[in-house]
DNA sequence: AATTTTTATGGTAGCGCTACCATAACGCCA
DNA sequence: TGGCGTTATGGTAGCGCTACCATAAAAATT
C-alpha cells in the first residue's frame, strides 16, 4: 500500500491563466485542437460541419484566439507597422485613422511608430518592430536608408508606400503626384493671372520638396521662375510660421503678388497676417495652400487649396494590405489616388 | 549493428527562423537561459559579473527579446492600451503623443483603440484588448460601462484615467477638473463686465457636460443664470459649426453680449464668423474658447482660452504607469495638473 | 479491381520565453 | 560544529498556438 499519492493533485495545470484556450473549444466540439484551429482560420480543408460545430463550440465558450501565441506559433503576428513622421499634422492623423478603420475590423492591430522625419529614427523603428513579428508594414514615401530598405525587403512582410507614387517596379504604392498637385496649384494662379508666384514652404521634408519641384515646372514653362521667390524655411510649420513666412514674401523683390504655401497650416496663418495687416485678399495678394485642413473653408476669405485623397490613400492601402496578406493577386502595384483642386476666394 | 541512423539529422531545429534567441546568449556568455533572462530583466539576484557577461553577450550577438514569446510565457506583455474618443480632436492627439514618448522609450507599445465616445464600443475594445495581455490600461474619464470597469478590474493590470479627476479612493487618475476651469472663464467674463454670457456646446460627452456645470455654478452664483443662454449641440464640433452656433447666439433672447465655447474648434468658427459679420470683437460680443488649439493665438482677435495641460497629462500617466508596473510605491492615487487661463483680446 | 490522387483529420513537437521548484554554496548565530 | 536561513544558479515544464508530418477515408484514375 502506497505511503503517499503521487506529488501531483488531479487538477495540475501549473500556471492556470483560466483563458479558455482553443483545446477546450477543441473539447467541447469534440474534434482535435489541430482543426479547431484551421476551422476558425479557415485556411484548410475542414468539412462545413466540423467547421460549424467548431465555430458554435467557440462562441458558447467566449473564445478569443491569444495573438501573442499566434504570434510566436507562426512567425508572423497580426499586427501591421504604421510608419508616419509625426502625429501632429492632421494630414497623418488623417491616415492613421483611415488605416485603422480598415485593419482593425479585420483583426490587425496598427502599431504606430513616429519618424520625426529622421530616416535614421525610421531604421532604428523597423528594427525593433521586427521584433514584433508584424504581418506587414505601411510607410510614408520613399526616403529612408539602405539599411532600412533592406530590413524590410528581408522581412519578408509585405510593405506598401504611402503619399507619393513611384513607377518602379516591384514596389507597392498608394498616394499622388505630389509635383503635379503642386504643379496645378500654380497653373491655376498663373491662369487667374498673377505674375509674381512666391513659393512659402517649411519643414522641407520629401514631399514638401516635390512639391516645389511642382511649383518650379509650372514657373518654368510659363517663363515666371524667379529664385527669388522662393521662401523656404526648414522648421516645423505651423499658422504663426505662416504669418512670418508672408511678412518675409512681402519683403522681396519682386514683390509677390500672390503667395503659395506648401500646405494650410501655412496658408491658414497667411491669411490671417494678410487680413492683420488690412492686404486685400485676393486683389492686392492671393494666397493659396496644400492638403484642404479643417478651417481652410472658414477662412477670411475661405482658402484656395488642393484637396488630398489622405483617408482614401490609408484605406486603400490597408485594404490593399488586407488582400497581400491573404495573398489574393495584388495587381496594381502603383495607385495614383489624384487630388482635386478647390477654388475659394482667396486667389 | 544499426541498419538506419536515427530519421533526425544533426542539426534538427525544425522551425529555425534565425533569429538570435535568448538561448544564444546564455550560451555565448557561458550561463542557463534562465540566468541570462533573469540578467537582462534584471528582476532577480544575480551576481554582478555575471550580469555583465550577459549583456555583452546579447550586445554582441544583437539579441531583440521577443515580446511575443514573452508575453506567453509571463501571461503579461510590453503593450499599455491608450483608450481615447476620438483622433481628429487635437487634445487627444497630444495625450497620445506625450503617452507615446514616455512607454516607447521604456520598451512598452502604446495599443490605440478608438472609442468614438460610445461606452458600448469602449467595452468591445476592452474586451478584444485583454486578449493581447496587456500591461496596463489608460483610458480617457469615469464614463463607462459596469461591465468595462469591473473587466478592468478583473484583468489585474493597472488602471489609469486621463483628463479629469476623481476623488473616489483607490483609483488612479491624472486630468483636471474640467468643472473648476469652465467656471474660471465664466468668473473672467463676468469680472470683463460682460452679463449676457452664452455657453455654446457641441458633442456633448462627459467632459463637455461638465464645463457646461462649471459655467452654470459661475452663473449661478452671479445671479446671471439664464437657460435661454445655454446652445447645446449634440453633432460633432468643427470650426464651421462655431459659426454656426454663433448664429444660433445671437438669436436668442436676451441677446448675448458674450459667447463661451466649450472648446476652441467651436471659438474659432466663432470669431471667423463674427469678422464675416462685421461685429466688434470683443466690444460688441466678447469671445472665448477652451483648450488653447494650435491657431488660437492667431484668431482675429486673438482668442482668450483655457490651457489645458493635456500632454504633461499624457507624460504624468505614462510614468506613472510605469512606476506601477515596476511596483514602486504610488502614493499619489489622483493628480489635478491644473489649467491656465490665457486672457487675449478676445475677450 | 488495383492504383494513384485528393481531402479531411490527428499527433507531435516546437515557437522563445519565464514561473516554479530544486539545489548548491555561502554565511550566520547559538 | 551543526542547524538554518539567505543568495546565486540551474532544471523542468509549460504559456497557447500552429507548422510539419502522418494517416485514414474518399474520390478519381488507370
Known amino acids: 500500500m502506497p505511503k503517499k499519492s503521487p506529488p501531483l493533485s488531479v487538477e495540475k495545470r501549473r500556471r492556470s491563466t483560466g483563458r479558455v484556450t482553443l483545446a477546450d473549444v477543441a473539447l467541447e466540439a469534440g474534434v482535435s485542437p489541430i482543426t479547431a484551429s484551421r476551422s476558425l482560420r479557415g485556411d484548410a480543408p475542414v468539412s462545413d460541419d466540423v467547421r460549424a460545430r467548431v465555430v458554435v463550440a467557440?462562441?458558447?465558450?467566449?473564445?478569443?484566439?491569444?495573438?501573442?501565441?499566434?504570434?510566436l506559433a507562426s512567425a508572423r503576428g497580426a499586427s501591421i507597422v504604421l510608419l508616419v513622421p509625426m502625429i501632429t499634422n492632421m494630414v497623418f492623423v488623417d491616415l492613421i485613422e483611415s488605416v485603422h478603420d480598415v485593419l482593425f475590423p479585420a483583426g490587425y492591430q496598427a502599431l504606430i511608430g513616429i519618424t520625426h522625419y529622421d530616416p535614421a529614427q525610421e531604421e532604428k523603428l523597423i528594427r525593433s518592430y521586427l521584433a514584433h513579428r508584424p504581418a506587414g508594414f505601411l510607410v510614408t514615401g520613399f526616403d529612408r536608408t539602405e539599411a532600412a530598405r533592406r530590413l524590410l525587403a528581408d522581412s519578408g512582410a509585405p510593405c506598401i508606400?504611402?503619399?507619393?507614387?513611384?513607377?518602379?517596379?516591384?514596389?507597392?504604392?498608394?498616394?499622388?503626384?505630389?509635383?503635379?498637385?503642386?504643379?496645378?496649384?500654380?497653373?491655376?494662379?498663373?491662369?487667374?493671372?498673377?505674375?509674381?508666384?512666391?513659393?512659402?514652404?517649411?519643414?522641407?521634408?520629401?514631399?514638401?520638396?516635390?512639391?516645389?519641384?511642382?511649383?518650379?515646372?509650372?514657373?518654368?514653362?510659363?517663363?515666371?521662375?524667379?529664385?527669388?521667390?522662393?521662401?523656404?524655411?526648414?522648421?516645423?510649420?505651423?499658422?504663426?510660421?505662416?504669418?512670418?513666412?508672408?511678412?518675409?514674401?512681402?519683403?522681396?523683390?519682386?514683390?509677390?503678388?500672390?503667395?503659395?504655401?506648401?500646405?494650410?497650416?501655412?496658408?491658414?496663418?497667411?491669411?490671417?497676417?494678410?487680413?492683420?495687416?488690412n492686404i486685400d485678399v485676393p486683389n492686392t495678394l492671393?494666397?493659396?495652400?496644400?492638403?484642404?485642413?479643417?478651417?481652410?473653408?472658414?477662412?477670411?476669405?475661405?482658402?484656395?487649396?488642393?484637396?488630398?485623397?489622405?483617408?482614401?490613400?490609408?484605406?486603400?492601402?490597408?485594404?490593399?494590405?488586407?488582400?497581400?496578406?491573404?495573398?489574393?493577386?495584388?495587381?496594381?502595384?502603383?495607385?495614383?489616388?489624384?487630388?482635386?483642386?478647390?477654388?475659394?476666394?482667396?486667389?
Open 161 to 277: 508606400h504611402l503619399m507619393e507614387v513611384t513607377n518602379a517596379t516591384g514596389i507597392y504604392s498608394v498616394g499622388f503626384s505630389q509635383a503635379d498637385a503642386s504643379a496645378a496649384m500654380t497653373e491655376h494662379l498663373l491662369l487667374r493671372g498673377y505674375k509674381r508666384i512666391a513659393f512659402a514652404a517649411a519643414q522641407l521634408d520629401p514631399r514638401t520638396l516635390q512639391r516645389a519641384e511642382g511649383y518650379r515646372r509650372a514657373m518654368r514653362s510659363a517663363k515666371r521662375y524667379d529664385p527669388a521667390l522662393e521662401i523656404l524655411n526648414a522648421d516645423q510649420s505651423s499658422i504663426a510660421l505662416g504669418g512670418e513666412l508672408l511678412a518675409q514674401a512681402l519683403k522681396r523683390k519682386p514683390k509677390p503678388d500672390a503667395i503659395f504655401f506648401c500646405n494650410d497650416d501655412l496658408a491658414q496663418g497667411g491669411v490671417l497676417a494678410a487680413r492683420r495687416r
Open 58 to 71: 467557440a462562441e458558447k465558450l467566449g473564445y478569443v484566439p491569444d495573438p501573442a501565441a499566434r504570434a
Open 286 to 347: 492671393a494666397i493659396a495652400g496644400f492638403n484642404d485642413l479643417n478651417g481652410s473653408d472658414q477662412m477670411l476669405p475661405p482658402l484656395t487649396t488642393i484637396r488630398t485623397p489622405r483617408a482614401a490613400i490609408g484605406r486603400t492601402a490597408a485594404m490593399m494590405m488586407l488582400d497581400l496578406l491573404r495573398d489574393a493577386d495584388v495587381p496594381t502595384l502603383n495607385v495614383d489616388m489624384g487630388y482635386e483642386l478647390i477654388v475659394r476666394e482667396s486667389t
